[in-house]
C-alpha cells in the first residue's frame, strides 16, 4: 500500500491518473478491476450513501495504470476526505493507494473578478469586468 493525498476541485469533473505498483513494480491488472472510493473519513463504509464510487479504466493493464473518474455533482461537500483504490483480482481484495483527499470549496478556486479587464482576462461584456470575468491564461495552451 502506499499512501498519496490528493487535492480535487468542489463541483469540478476530477479524473485522477493511477499508477498501481506492488513492491515498487508495476502492478499487472491483467484480468483485475480497480474501484476508487472516495468518502468522508476512512471509519466510513464503502457503501454509505455519502460514500463516492468513482468509475475506473484501466488503461495499461501490464504497467499498472488506471484512471478513475469522479463526477463534479459527487463533490459537492468541501472539505477533507479519504480516499482509496483496491485492486480486485481472483476473489481477493487488495488496497493498492490511500490518502487524505482535500476538496477545495469552488469559492476559494476561482480567482476574484479583476476592476478592469486586462490583456488576458476575459471581458464578457465589453465593459468594466463584473461578476464571472476571470483570467483565461493557458486555456487550451494559449492565452485569450
Known amino acids: ?81 479519504y480516499w482509496h483504490a483496491d485492486v480486485l483480482l481472483g476473489g481477493e481484495r487488495k488496497t493498492a493507494l490511500y490518502g487524505d483527499v482535500l476538496i477545495i470549496p469552488l469559492s476559494a478556486a476561482m480567482p476574484a473578478p479583476t476592476a478592469a479587464a486586462p490583456p488576458g482576462v476575459a471581458d464578457l461584456d465589453g465593459g468594466a469586468a463584473a461578476g464571472g470575468e476571470f483570467p483565461v491564461a493557458g486555456i487550451n495552451g494559449g492565452n485569450a
Open 1 to 81: 500500500m502506499l499512501q498519496s493525498n490528493i487535492t480535487l476541485g468542489q463541483y469540478n469533473d476530477e479524473t485522477i491518473t493511477l499508477a498501481i505498483t506492488s513492491a515498487g513494480l508495476p502492478w499487472d491488472l491483467t484480468g483485475a478491476a480497480v474501484q476508487v472510493v472516495v468518502k468522508p473519513a476512512a471509519a466510513v463504509a464503502d457503501t454509505d450513501p455519502a460514500a463516492i464510487t468513482a468509475t475506473v479504466t484501466i488503461t495499461d493493464a501490464a504497467a499498472g495504470l488506471a484512471a478513475a473518474v469522479i463526477p463534479g455533482d459527487s463533490l459537492a461537500t468541501a472539505g477533507r476526505w
